[in-house]
Every structure is written in structure tokens, then in C-alpha cells.
């Protein structure tokens, strides 16, 4: 007897490019955007290693000295060295948006889940909550906590993370609405599994994606929140490095033909936007929000 | 009757003049004065075309009618009114006593987490030990013929085909012992050889177990194979209460009979089919009949 002779075919195409993929990216931009922010987090954290001067030394007779005059970008009107000082920044800049998601996304997510759970009045007056807190200005919660607490990251990021409840709850409600509606979830509860363990143990787990792109993007924005905040003389103070502060004081010497420390801070922020906001995207697509 | 022979015969679970509604004023009925009981070891069948009420019935016998209905009527659950329990009490009824079967496997599964999780849902529930738990998982999925089942336990749904899921959910309804099983359209969603092994293994677990079983099927043939009783309804209403004997003899209701014989059949012509429209006719013409009278 013979045998038919088969051939075995592939059906992975082999299209003649090497694609780089890491953290599950498979695009360039969304790749560099992510080791950019890794190498901030880690630029930031190591800072007291990294940064070649205390970055609030001053030495007048080194005031604003250009970056090929030995420092790497150059110094501010009070002889700080920039780059130092862009180093030290991060950490303040870091600090404020990561307290607004946090805050945001754990009352977020606890109001949607309230809402998408428990349906109806719940759900309606949950709805409510967000569209009354989306009519206040986030940055006019934030100088109002200014008034009251005092300036400072602290007051204005817990006012911030307020006006940043409903961006993440809204989005994370509509996700919990399809999750609850699940078979499996009706499962659970025909079961007997009472709310918070299914809470925690399944619906969570399986909107974490969504949540983790929204709060992604979410940093973006309160950075640039933040830094206004900082530029306007309220939230980090003087003389702690911070990119908002940096923007701020560097005007003056700006407008005298020395542009390098509104420069490094505006292009830092920039730059961290970016990167964020690209993440956010691409986490957004994976995740279907 | 000594007491032995009284709990032997106390139904698991007993319907009388069930009714579901739609909630609100005015709201439209479900279904309609539905009455039936399920002995331990006996199968009941609730038969009928898509509609008719079969998977409502089902949800609110046990307790659990769907969102925006509103039940009633007397329901013992082994001989307990289920109206003098508390929703707690009704809720710890149907965990213990009670191992479900759903139409689509595949829905029923969290995607994030291994299938022991499923299957020793209610056992972890009840605070068995972990070691237990581990132990009867793999002993319930070994007993529903899945290859290597300590390492199947701990793969993720998306492993496995739908025939395979489907006897891990029953691997999970019946892990805890039960004393009623109710399966909703167990086999609508799977092939042929799937669905006659889950058919086997339901078979097998009655008879080894002395379960009582309430399958919901639109399936009359499937229901003849399986069934002890056989409730065909249509509309929300019960048209009959019949055994698989009595359908086979042909000595039905027509609406039942042209249930059964409307079926696809190899050399049959799709419009030679014969349809179970003017069964359907007939049925209004009843319904009318007792409305005016």
C-alpha cells in the first residue's frame, strides 16, 4: 500500500521581518515609550546616585552657565545644576499624579462596582455622582483645597483625585456592566458566593486590564494637572526641585536669553506625557476600551 | 409508612401551581400553573419549543427566577416549604443540595482562573479542607474521563474543548454530592460524540448516586433516553404530563407527538418536515375553548 505523501505546511507566515516585541508590545513607539518611563522610574529613585550635584547647591558665580561649560544642562539663575535638578524633580512630579490615580481609581472602581453590582437606584444615583463631579473644574477643586489646606503636593493631588473619579469610574462601570452579565458570574452567585469574593476574586481580575489603560492614561493627564499646579506657586514649593516649579522659575531667564531650565522641564514633561498617553493607547486597544 | 420509606419517597423537589411574571403592574406571565415533582433517582424532562418557558421554570423552581420576574406558587424543597426559608437558608439549600449544568460551557468558566476553581466552588464554599477539596476535584475529573486530572485542574478553561468543559461542570455539579441535579440544555451547544457521552455520564451518575435529575431539553428524543416523566409545555403552560412509554406508543397529546416527529432525518427533504403548526392550532383552539367555557 502506499502512502499518500503529505506535506507539512506552516501557518505561521513567515512575512521576512524580525519583530521586536516586549511586554507584550509588538510596536516600536509603544516600546520606547515603556522603557522611557522604566528608565524614569529608576532615574528618579536612584537620583540621590545618579545626579552629579546637590540639586539645591547654589553658586552664583556659576549662574546660568551653558551645558558644553562642564555641567550636562548647563545651570539654572542660581548656579543649580539643571540636570540634578530634572533628576530630584521627577520624584515631586512622580508623587502627585500617582497619588490622584490611586486615590481616583480605588473610589472609582469602588462606586462602579456599586453601581454595575447592585443595578437600579444604586446604579442611578452612582451615574449621578459622576456627572456632578464632572462639572467642577479639576484645577478649580484644586486651588479651592489651596485656600482651605495650604499650598503643597498633598492638598492639591487629594482634591485632583476627586476630579479624576468619575474619568476612571465611568469607563470601569461600563466594562463591570458586560462582566457582571456574564454566565459565569450568575454561576457564582446561583452558588451562593456573596458579593465580595466574587468582587475580588473574578470581576476585578477580569476588567484589571481596562483599569490598569485607564489609569495609565490618567497619569498623563494629572502630570500635566500637577505641573500647573507647581508652575502656579501651589503645589511643590521652593526651593524642592519640580519640573512645574522648574517651567516657573526658569521664565525670568528665559526672557534674558538663558532658556535651558524651562527647557529641560518643559521637554521632560513632554516627554512623560507622551509616553504615557502612548501606553495608555495601547494598553486601551488591547483591553477593547 | 414507616419513616424510612416516607424520606425515601419525600420528593427533592416539588412544584405546585408555579407561576413567573414579569415584574411591575400589569406585568405579562411567564409561565402559568406549573406543577411537577422530582423523586430521588427519578428523572423529570421539561420539554418544549425555544420560548416556552422550560429555562424559567427551571430558575425558579430552585429558587433563582430571573431578573425582573416576580414567582409564585408552593415549592418544598425535600419536603420543606421554601417560603417558610429565608433567603440564606434557600441560598445554603441550593449549594448543598443542589449541582447545575448550563447550556454553554464555555460561558460558565472565569477565563482568569483554573478550572479547579470552578469545581471546587462549592466545597471551598462550605470550608472543606483545601487538601479535600484538591482531593475530590481530581478524583470528580478522573471520574468524568479527563485525561491527567491533578494537571487538568489547574489549566485554564481555553484548554479544553467544549465536550471537555461541559463534564468538568459536571465534574463540578456533582463533586458536592447533591441530591438534585438540574441540567439546562447540557448538550445543545456540544457534537455528537460529545453529547452522548455527557448524556452517558448523566445516566451513569443517577443511577450510581440515586439522583434526582430535572432536564430541561427541546429535545423530546433526548428526553425519551433520559427521562422518567416527561413535561411538554408550551406557551408558559404545561400541554402534558406524560412517560416516555406512553410518547413512544404514540398515546400522547398531537402538540407532543408533533414534537417528537418533527425531527431531521437522513433522506428526509427539508419540505417534507413535518412542522408542529397545526399542533400549535390546536392547542389556541383548547386554550380558547376553556377561556369561553
Known amino acids: ?289 | 409508612m414507616s419513616e424510612v420509606t416516607q424520606r425515601a419517597s419525600t420528593p427533592v423537589l416539588s412544584v405546585e401551581g408555579l407561576n413567573v411574571r414579569l415584574a411591575g403592574r400589569g406585568g405579562r406571565s411567564l409561565v402559568e400553573g406549573i406543577s411537577f415533582s422530582v423523586q430521588p433517582g427519578r428523572c423529570v424532562g421539561l420539554v418544549g419549543e425555544s420560548g416556552s418557558g422550560k429555562s424559567v421554570t427551571l430558575r425558579a423552581a430552585i429558587g433563582v427566577a430571573p431578573e425582573g420576574t416576580v414567582a409564585s406558587g408552593d415549592i418544598d424543597y425535600s419536603g420543606e416549604d421554601a417560603e417558610g426559608m429565608d433567603r440564606a437558608r434557600r441560598s445554603q439549600w441550593r449549594a448543598q443540595s443542589v449541582g447545575m449544568i448550563f447550556q454553554d460551557p464555555k460561558a460558565v468558566f472565569d477565563p482568569t482562573r483554573p478550572v479547579h476553581d470552578f469545581v471546587g466552588a462549592v466545597l471551598r464554599q462550605q470550608g472543606v479542607a483545601e487538601q479535600e477539596v484538591r482531593g475530590r476535584i481530581v478524583a470528580a475529573l478522573g471520574d468524568m474521563g479527563i485525561p491527567d486530572p491533578a494537571g487538568a485542574a489547574e489549566r485554564l478553561p481555553d484548554a479544553f474543548s467544549g465536550g471537555q468543559l461541559q463534564r468538568i461542570v459536571i465534574a463540578g455539579a456533582l463533586v458536592h454530592h447533591p441530591k438534585l441535579l438540574v441540567a439546562d440544555e447540557p448538550t445543545t451547544a456540544l457534537d455528537t460524540l460529545s453529547q452522548a457521552r455527557v448524556v452517558h455520564l448523566l445516566q451513569r451518575a443517577r443511577e450510581e448516586r440515586g439522583l434526582a435529575m430535572l432536564f430541561v431539553t427541546h429535545n423530546l428524543e433526548l428526553a425519551l433516553t433520559l427521562c422518567d416523566e416527561i413535561v411538554v409545555m408550551h406557551a408558559g403552560r404545561i400541554v402534558e404530563r406524560t412517560t416516555p412509554q406512553l410518547l413512544r406508543a404514540g398515546n400522547a397529546h398531537p402538540y407532543s407527538l408533533a414534537l417528537l416527529a418533527c425531527r431531521p432525518v437522513p433522506d428526509r427533504k427539508l419540505d417534507e418536515l413535518p412542522t408542529a403548526d397545526a399542533a400549535r392550532e390546536l392547542l389556541l383552539a383548547e386554550s380558547e375553548f376553556e377561556g369561553g367555557a
Open chain 1, 1 to 289: 500500500m502506499t502512502v499518500p505523501k503529505t506535506t507539512m505546511v506552516s501557518l505561521h507566515r513567515f512575512d521576512g521581518r524580525r519583530r521586536l516585541r516586549l511586554f507584550g508590545f509588538e510596536d516600536t513607539t509603544a516600546i520606547i515609550a515603556a522603557l522611557f518611563l522604566i528608565l524614569l522610574v529608576l532615574a528618579s529613585a536612584f537620583a540621590a546616585v545618579i545626579a552629579p550635584y546637590d540639586p539645591n547647591a547654589s553658586n552664583l558665580s556659576d549662574a546660568n552657565l551653558p551645558p558644553w561649560a562642564g555641567n550636562i544642562l548647563g545651570t539654572d539663575a542660581s548656579g543649580r545644576d539643571i540636570f540634578s535638578r530634572v533628576l530630584f524633580g521627577a520624584q515631586s512630579t512622580l508623587l502627585g499624579p500617582l497619588i490622584i490615580v490611586v486615590i481616583a481609581t480605588v473610589l472609582g472602581v469602588f462606586l462602579a462596582l456599586l453601581g454595575a453590582w447592585f443595578g437600579g437606584r444604586v446604579d442611578n444615583v452612582v451615574s449621578r455622582v459622576f456627572d456632578g463631579i464632572m462639572v467642577l473644574p479639576g484645577l478649580l477643586l484644586a486651588l479651592l483645597a489651596t485656600a482651605i489646606f495650604g499650598a503643597g503636593v498633598v492638598p492639591t493631588a487629594i482634591a485632583l483625585s476627586i476630579a479624576y473619579v468619575p474619568y476612571i469610574g465611568r469607563l470601569t462601570r461600563s466594562a463591570l456592566i458586560n462582566e457582571v452579565r456574564r454566565p459565569y458570574i450568575s454561576a457564582l452567585r446561583l452558588n451562593g458566593f456573596s458579593a465580595l469574593p466574587i468582587w475580588t476574586r473574578h470581576l476585578l481580575p477580569n476588567i484589571g486590564g481596562v483599569i490598569i489603560a485607564q489609569m495609565t492614561v490618567n497619569f498623563g493627564y494629572a502630570l500635566v494637572d500637577m505641573a500647573a499646579i507647581s508652575f502656579l506657586g501651589l503645589g511643590v514649593q521652593p526651593p524642592q526641585a519640580d519640573w512645574g516649579v522648574m517651567v516657573s522659575q526658569g521664565q525670568s531667564a528665559l526672557l534674558r536669553g538663558f532658556p535651558m531650565e524651562s527647557l529641560a522641564a518643559g521637554v521632560a514633561i513632554l516627554l512623560t506625557v507622551l509616553a504615557f498617553n502612548t501606553v495608555g493607547d495601547r494598553l486601551e486597544r488591547r483591553f477593547h476600551v
